[in-house]
């Protein structure tokens, strides 16, 4: 057998290539989705992107019932695009390809059916903060900063930072994230309400399991469709139409049943996604 090729003889582009990995836990329940690109600070590249929607696809198909979003690396999450390969663009590609590309696989994250969540435990700028921005929930570590900067360089966040930030601060402070640049700790992002939870570094996993924990601990039919409702209504669907569907989808499932019988038995009711 002849021994593994070194690195030192790989190319140096395939090695900064990156990939976007996806695992499932052993029950199947969690999926996590994992962006390697550790050697260029997890920059963000068209193949990454589009290999990013795909991984996203792929669990909204699966059963898993929650999504963890990670990214590779001590010290960075995502420092947003790569602007070697942005600023190269000619402007019909800057429109056609690198807008679009981004907006499909943040909002493919976006209207996953099961809840995501991204844990952030570096550094989060432009398109970095617009990846856990695109999650339902972000637990950050209490030493990280997270930013949306494009203005300094010349150019305004492209994939969907101004409308998800907007959503979460309101349009003042979304204006003052944007236009002044201005960093924020994993405390202030948890203060202004950009981020679920905040925690050292070295208890975030146990911060970020804790939530998940009590996601899962719900009915993931109802879990699932109770995020897809509330996203509805925040676009102005109307919650008296959605709420009867759902509701309605509800009363037929089998966990309904057994969330009923747990109740009265005064005991945890076991759910099966049915």
Known sequence: ?????????????DRDAG????????????????LDRAAKLNTLTLP???????????????????LMLRTAGEKVFC????????????????????????????????????????VV?????????????????RVIA????????????????GWGGTERATELVGRARAKELVLTRRQLSGAEAVEWGLATAHAPKERL??????????????????????????????EGAPSRVLEALAGGLASATADLAEGVAAFRGKRTPTFTDH
């Open 1 to 13: 057998m002849s021994a593994p090729a070194s690195t030192d003889r790989v190319p140096a582009a």
């Open 19 to 34: 990939s976007v990995g996806l695992s499932y836990s052993e029950d199947g329940h969690v999926a996590t989705i994992t």
């Open 48 to 66: 990454l992107l589009r290999e990013l929607r795909q991984r996203i696809l792929e669990v909204g198909a699966s059963r898993a019932r929650l």
């Open 79 to 118: 420092v947003g695009a790569d602007i070697n390969q942005f600023s190269a663009l000619e402007p019909a590609q800057m429109w056609r390809e690198w807008i679009e590309t981004g907006h499909q696989a943040f909002d493919a994250l976006a209207r996953l059916r099961q809840p995501s969540i991204a």
């Open 121 to 137: 435990d570096g550094l989060a700028f432009g398109g970095g903060l617009e990846l856990a921005l695109a999650c339902d929930f």
């Open 142 to 157: 209490d030493e990280t900063r997270i930013a949306l900067p494009e203005t300094g360089l010349g150019t305004v966040p």
């Open 205 to 234: 996993a146990e911060e970020a399991e804790r939530i998940a924990g009590e996601i899962l601990a719900g009915a993931p039919v109802a879990i699932q469709l109770a995020k897809q409702i509330i996203d509805a209504a925040a």
